[in-house]
């Protein structure tokens, strides 16, 4: 079980009961600053990880691990139909624990320093079409509180391409009304700049003027979505939201808040967008990963020449 040894709110430090695991846990938090949110998904790997490694309980000997055992663990979640990013995900965190135990001389070898990322990984995310995005979009009731407020989370997520993290925090004073953009954080603590569409920013200020002001009832509160319990609305909260919504404008495709993201970025670049600028507004380090996105487009290129060209 992960525990914090103190409220998650405030970034306390997470455990799972393995002092190994621990040690590194507490390096990620301490020594390299990194979220609350993504040293517990470190932790939640690292704990399906010791858990294969000695399934009856206990503390496995990390030190001890060979690449194959690694390999092994790998595949059992490729065939429980973990999805490919989470395995990457779950490489990683493995990779950077090794690395950490070799630098602090608890282990004498790293088993995944000759360890490839086999291509099954270099998977390209889901996208909708801009009449799905549309569909969901549209899909809140305006003519309530509620509904309004959802309107405008889908609108701002996918004009912006934010993360789900990152709309669940994002504060009144992070909005600059008089030129349209805002500034967010991003993974690594990275701050950033994105800039809002007029229709966005419409949804965003009537939620703002008409309906925050009537929930929060005179409690002062920084941040900008708020639940009906009068603070900021969590990313669970989000996932559901969105599920029901699509579920509601009846899109059978998987959808989540990071589909958006993947939409928002494909139908820029679609559009003729260079990619240091879809870069630089989704936040990313390495270019690299926003080159994903110009495959997705050469697919659908593809599509399209073969479902209409007469000799394809």
Avoid at 163 to 190: M, P, Q, W
Avoid at 225 to 234: E, K, P, V
């Amino acid at each position: 079980m992960i525990r914090s040894d103190d409220d998650p709110q405030l970034g306390g430090v997470v455990h799972i009961g393995n002092p190994l695991v621990d040690d590194f846990l507490t390096f990620l938090t301490v020594e390299r600053g990194l979220s609350h949110n993504t040293v517990e998904a470190y932790a939640n790997d690292l704990r399906l990880y010791a858990g294969f490694l000695l399934p009856q309980g206990g503390e496995p000997d990390f030190a001890s691990v060979q690449r194959q055992q690694i390999s092994d663990f790998l595949m059992r979640q490729k065939k429980a139909s973990y999805d490919v990013a989470s395995i990457a995900r779950e490489l990683s965190a493995i990779r950077s624990f090794h690395r950490f135990l070799v630098r602090e001389n608890l282990a004498q070898d790293d088993p995944t320093a000759v360890l490839e990322t086999p291509k099954i990984w270099k998977k390209i995310p889901d996208v909708l079409s801009a009449d799905e995005v549309m569909r969901i979009i549209s899909a809140p009731d305006l003519s309530t509180p509620k509904g309004m407020r959802d309107r405008a989370i889908f609108e701002l997520m996918y004009a912006t391409g934010m993360r789900v993290s990152e709309t669940a925090n994002l504060r009144i004073d992070s909005i600059d009304f008089e030129i349209n953009f805002i500034r967010t954080k991003g993974k690594g603590n990275k701050e950033r700049l994105v800039p809002i569409g007029m229709a966005a920013m419409d949804y965003l200020k009537r939620y703002l003027n008409d309906v925050r002001p009537v929930v929060l009832d005179g409690k002062p509160c920084d941040y900008v979505f708020i639940s009906s319990y009068r603070r900021n609305i969590t990313r669970q909260s989000l996932w559901s939201i969105l599920r029901s919504y699509v579920k509601h404008a009846g899109i059978t495709k998987s959808v989540t808040p990071h589909t958006l993201r993947h939409s928002f970025a494909t139908h820029l670049i679609e559009g003729g967008a260079d990619l240091r600028s879809v870069q630089e507004m989704l936040g990313h380090a390495s270019i690299a990963t926003t080159q994903i996105y110009t495959h997705i487009s050469t697919g659908r290129l593809k599509e399209v020449h073969k479902q209409f060209h007469p000799r394809a």
